[in-house]
């Protein structure tokens, strides 16, 4: 029977590409076969969230599996507890510790199948299949016409920069809602616009009414919010266009991180250690995980706490 690296799929797209692009490296690493667990998305009754990774030219091509149907759920329930306790080597189940971090630990070779559960929101965990990746992730999907009108605007400036400012809306519980102070969007536009006095902001937001004063204060910019009647599908057009962007001021988000690192698409990879003459600045806390910000990107001060 071939190994397979089984990885369960649940979250938005940001979500989604970490927990693949860390499954998609071990699988390559082990000489796996790749399957995506999606049964998830079938019970989120909250966020309503959709499988998006078959917007991408490899992901779409992978063998999908639920184990939340039928005979397969009693299984999956009777062996996910004994898989997390075997022996590192045997072990079936890998799970993400908490507090999130790089686990470099987890990563060993095993000798059969294994599921993996966890954000892995972290580079380390597939930077070794980085131009693999960069490939395997190409955009796949019949872009709109606005997008596609934007992107060209995009790309005809020399100095784009994507601004991704999240209000968290989205999220039912306002306590847990952990947007950023808007101290660390002015002095991340302002140290950008320091270098490159004639970049031009494309700001991405959830909610741009919640940022309104924030913008007045970021002189020249463009507000993208066409795709926000999308849904999921719009977040699929929104990364897009925040990949074509040569400078990016990445939010406490998987989305514009996502946006940032799929941009070596157009700029080129990046070396590690530094990202040449492009900056990426990203928050240095109010983040998930403590390795979520790569070596080559600048991570900054958020100036204040989470409002």
Known sequence: MARKIICHVVGGLGNQLFMYAAARAMAWRDDAELVLETGLFRRDVVYHRELLLESFRGPRALRQ???GRGLRRYWHRATFELGQQLPERWRTVIREGEPPRYQPELLVPRQGSVRMMGGWQSE????DYRSELLADLAFGV??????KQLAQEIEAEAEPVAVHLRAYRDVP???ERRVLPRSYVEAACGRIRDEWP???LFLFADEPEHFRDVSKALG???WVTHNQVR???GAIEDLYLMSRCRHFVVANSSLSWWGAWLSQQRWGMAEQGSAGDRMIIAPASGIFNRDFVPAWWIAQSIGSNLV
């Open 220 to 222: 020249a910019h463009r």
């Open 198 to 200: 004639k970049a031009k």
């Open 65 to 67: 599996v639920d184990f």
């Open 173 to 175: 519980n306002p306590n």
């Open 142 to 147: 019949e872009l709109s016409t606005a997008t």
């Open 231 to 233: 849904g999921n599908a």
């Open 124 to 127: 380390r965990y597939f930077d």
